[in-house]
DNA sequence: ATAGCTGCAAATGCTTTGCAAGGCC
DNA sequence: GGCCTTGCAAAGCATTTGCAGCTAT
């Protein structure tokens, strides 16, 4: 059985779609990708880049994490205004989104399902639906 | 049959909600709510009050549109990160956004149903489930 | 009269951008 | 070397706030 080799794992990651293996997205893409699926805001990223040691600018998290999502290795999620969510599983699925501490988390497997796809209006097509179920602390 | 008074309708919804009848939101309610529901972002119904030639800040735009929805004339709907949209409809409704014009427009009926409420996390009660069908100009 | 409202300008919070210096191929 | 990246500081946007003057009751 083969060990993790999570440092290639990362340049992998970045080299498929065309962006350089700095350190600053090495950094970031280990912290996104190698501990499941997450949903970040690009201060939450920014603090733990820095915890771990690793100096990145809050320029460079916006623009990686903007980077990111134009490539698909990432989507945003539209819970707040003021505030961007970024998330680690760009595959269809929904969101729970606490309202009292502002997190969000997927909803699991298929537990809401649209009865029917509602006809869009004329002469647009349906580019994705967004669940997001509001909860708030009991 | 009566003929509308709207103005006294206006008047009527203000002070239905404790907030006192001045020219500004008076201007603001009769835009908002006499003509079928409506989604506006403050910039757009400060254009549209500045065009029926009533001066109303932007500030006291937005100060208004909070205080509308505060007091459950409005409802607020996170689509975009950055700008605020704000909904007359307060039932329970689900959206289409355009992508393409910046669009909010309600699904229409019970055209949308969830086949099953899932189960809010631990420790939290569901406040609401927002539904939003984003659609692109074809 | 007085509590509430408005408008201006300044402040805020998040995000983007210009540009010089540095890093990767 | 040459193009891509980074980081800083400045700029940008949408929104909020402080406060002096005005308004509804």
Redesign the interface.
Known sequence: MKKDRPFTHAIDRLGSVGLRPTRQRLALVRLLFENGDRHVTAEQLHREVTEIGVKVSLATIYNSLNQFTAVGLLR?V???????YFDTNTAAH?H?F??DTGEL?D??GD???????????D????????????????
């Open positions: 945003e539209a819970v707040e205004t003021g505030r961007s929904h729970f606490n309202d988390q909803i699991p537990s809401v399902v649209l009865s029917t796809l509602p006809i869009a209006p002469d647009t097509v349906v580019e994705s639906v967004d669940v997001i179920v509001r909860v708030r602390n009991k």
